[in-house]
């Protein structure tokens, strides 16, 4: 018996699943959320094998709710935006289901899924490259976990951003937080006209430069407006060159 | 205007400098024979102008060619009396002053043909140009109003699509009111793609039948309030309501899985169609700026059809979010 989970914010979509499933007995649903901060706990709380995910939900969106989750269960999409195929293809989705799907495809996505549960093997994605279109959707926010609650910070907030070993550390006004990713994966998925990688271990928003003064041969420090002072490389330094038209 | 009496002083001058010659004979025959050369000269220089390299200035390359011709006019004019009058050549290039004034007339007579026939050719290319610049920014418009109109529709689409998959599966008595009223929608859809301006009437309807399929997709959970606009009598360009009423959705509604209230506001003042559309928001929630596409759009469209940006406002507190259209009548 498999434990499965359905987050999605339209109840109308999660009856759908509902009447799809009931042709796998083998799978049981164990919740139903409506949005990503109902979702993350039910995934502790339930430790489903399966998901079925929107994306755009209210308060915390499908992929911020993944960047939560320490190990993240098996993904299924479903939403109705095309636009997010990559992204979901770089979470290692089983499957994107486009709304509305019809019970073939749902069922191909559940198969494929079941295949690899009891073989414990990896199926390619049925993912079609026509259907990944470059996203432009970068976030404008960072969601943390802090003292087991979660929450979100807005760009605007954030001083500046470095890299902490397997941590970032999210410097904002009201203090510092730790997200457990690659400053990469931030540089990727942040607005790069807001935020500048500076250096291997250092991302500011552009915003917040106040000004650079050279350090040693081929390194610069910048200084922030919050008063932080932080280490620029040679690249990092071209880069706000070319940002700031200079 | 101005080239006409420039054009007649010119020719008075031209006429009255062959007066200097005391000689009748010599008078009638210079005068033939300078018309005769000018004549011929004035069709080189619209020629060469015609062919003008665009790559030089204008102006330069039109005094230039005068000048040239001035040289041609002249030279042609003394071989021809040489030619036809030898004893007289001998006298007349001795005659200092008429021969300066000559050649200054041939000056001015040239060097003003070829610039008014360059100014003319310049402006034909302008005018060209103009009309392409015309027809690149007509097209762009066009264009960009058609991604505009076509970016607000699909997503609404699928979901609703979706919903009534599962509404055929749980209830399909409700399924047959949804696919009802979704036809509704798009059918004013289509008809409104060939109107710019509405009646504010229709446009409400419209919204309307957008709010009812909301409601069915999200239950109890929408609540619009509409104050004022059923009597009155304004219109409204099409496609500015309904991503605002769109953007009031997915921040209040979608925003949030508690019932949400959106307000909707309607008045009439000054030639001025003033819309007021709020609702509940989280900043919190919210990540900085990130208006959505919803907005941004309908603040382009208002500058592309009445060339104004003051014409929507949004305003922010803790709890709602408000957006202010005002359209102006009878423009």
């Not at chain 1, 079925?52 to 269960?73: H, K, S, T």
């Amino acid at each position: 018996m498999y434990k499965v989970l359905l987050i999605d914010d339209e109840q109308l979509s999660r009856e759908l699943l509902k009447n799809y499933l009931a042709a796998y007995p083998q799978l049981s649903v164990v919740a139903e959320c409506a949005d990503g901060f109902a979702g993350f706990k039910a995934i502790q709380e339930h430790h489903p094998d399966l998901i079925f995910l929107d994306i755009q939900m209210p308060r915390l969106n499908g992929f911020e709710m993944l960047e939560l989750v320490d190990e993240p269960p098996a993904v299924i999409f479903t939403t109705a935006f095309d636009e997010y195929a990559i992204k979901a293809f770089e979470a290692n989705a089983i499957d994107y289901l486009l709304k509305p799907f019809v019970k073939d495809r749902f069922n191909k996505a559940v198969d494929k899924w079941l295949q690899q549960a009891t073989n414990h093997t990896i199926a390619a994605p049925t993912i079609k490259m026509e259907e990944v279109v470059a996203p432009d959707t970068y976030q404008h926010r960072i969601v943390v976990k802090y003292n087991n609650t979660i929450r979100i910070i807005p760009e605007a907030d954030i001083q500046y951003l470095e890299a902490n070993d397997d941590y970032v550390k999210i410097v904002t006004a009201d203090g510092s937080f730790l997200k457990k990713c690659t400053l990469s994966f931030l540089e990727q998925t942040l607005d790069p006209q807001v935020f500048a990688r500076v250096h291997r271990s250092y991302m500011i928003p552009v915003t917040q430069l106040q000004r650079i003064e050279p350090y040693e041969k081929d390194s610069h420090i910048a200084l922030l407006h919050c008063g932080a002072k932080v280490m620029v490389s040679k690249n990092g330094l071209s880069k706000l060159k070319n940002m700031l038209g200079w | 205007m101005a080239a006409f009496i420039a054009l007649a002083a010119l020719t008075t001058l031209y006429t009255l400098h062959f007066l200097l010659l005391t000689n009748a004979r010599m008078l009638t025959y210079c005068a033939v024979a300078d018309t005769l050369v000018i004549g011929i000269n004035m069709w080189c220089i619209a020629l060469a102008i015609k062919a003008y390299p665009t790559t030089v200035s204008v102006l330069l390359y039109a005094l230039a060619v005068g000048t040239v011709f001035t040289g041609i006019a002249s030279f042609l004019f003394y071989r021809c009396i040489k030619l036809s009058l030898p004893d007289f050549a001998g006298a007349f290039i001795t005659a200092k002053p008429i021969w300066i004034l000559l050649f200054g007339m041939h000056m001015i007579i040239c060097n003003w043909m070829a610039i008014q026939f360059a100014l003319f050719k310049k402006n034909e290319l302008l005018e060209k140009k103009l009309a392409r610049q015309v027809d690149i920014d007509n097209s762009l418009r066009d264009a960009e109003l058609f991604k505009l109109r076509q970016q607000l529709q699909p997503h609404f689409l699928y979901n609703s699509l979706n919903s009534i998959a599962a509404l055929i599966a749980i209830q399909p008595e409700r399924a047959q009111d949804m696919i009802g009223k979704l036809s509704d929608f798009l059918r004013s859809s289509v008809k409104r793609e060939s109107e710019e301006l509405l009646q504010i009437k229709e446009e409400l309807q419209y919204i309307k039948t957008y709010l009812a399929i909301e409601t069915i997709r999200f239950g109890d959970r929408l609540n619009v309030q509409f104050a004022g606009g059923t009597d009155i009598n304004a219109t409204i360009p099409s496609f500015i309501l309904q991503p605002v009423l769109e953007n009031a959705i997915k921040f209040g509604l979608y925003g949030t899985t508690e019932q949400v209230s959106i307000r909707f506001s309607l008045s009439l003042d000054n030639n001025m169609l003033t819309i007021t559309v709020s609702n509940p928001y989280d900043p919190s929630i919210q990540g900085g700026k990130g208006t959505g596409f919803g907005l941004e759009g309908t603040r382009r469209r208002l500058y592309l059809l009445y060339g104004r940006t003051d014409l929507m406002e949004t305003i922010k507190d803790q709890q709602q979010f408000t957006t202010i259209l005002k359209i102006p009548q009878h423009v």
